[in-house]
């Protein structure tokens, strides 16, 4: 199995490039945030416990979305790997995940971080947040709180990692394919290696 973390602030591009990434080596893309975006459509009671913390741009608690993620690799006994997308968010889940992954004998095999300045990712929340439907990307003062949410307890993330040498920054300003292609090159130096 091949699993990679795409790693990065709100807006940095996880979505986007995650899409091509799962086309390309044939792996599962979990996005906590997609899951509990299903959850809230469903109107399921785990949906409605998180509705309000995700429209004040909060992150939901740990153990809720450890269960989600521990129920979808149990579910997906069978795959190439995992694409993990908006999660790991805090130490205590990035800690979680490498124990799910070592009880099926696999782990992280990179994390791949990408790099946006602030400035461009308030420019392309707002802009998302025109053309799609998510709520938490209308207002500033929510975007806001998702980044500094970010910076509070899913910065540290990366250092966990860093700790065992998984860590590889890539600029995610820029033109998308060109974007794709630094991300695909650590990805095939990490398979060969
Ligand atoms: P995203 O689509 O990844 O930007 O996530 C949207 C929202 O879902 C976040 O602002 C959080 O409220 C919640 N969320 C998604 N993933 C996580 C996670 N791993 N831990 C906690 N909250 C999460």
Known sequence: MFNLILFGPPGSGKGTQSERLIAKYGLKHLSTGDLL???????????????????????VPDEIVIEMIDIAL????????????????TTAQAEALDKLLAQKGTEIAVVLALQVSQEELIKRLLNRGRTSDRSDDVNEDIIAARITEYEKKTAAVADHY??????????????IDEIFGLLCKEIDAKKVA
């Open 162 to 175: 860093k700790k065992f040498g998984k860590v590889k920054y890539v600029k995610g300003e820029g033109d």
């Open 74 to 89: 149990e579910n997906n006994p069978h795959v190439n790997g995992f694409l993990f997308d908006g999660f790991p968010r």
């Open 37 to 59: 975006r299903n959850e809230i459509a469903g109107q399921t009671p785990l949906g409605m416990a998180v509705k309000n913390l995700m429209a004040e741009g909060k992150l």
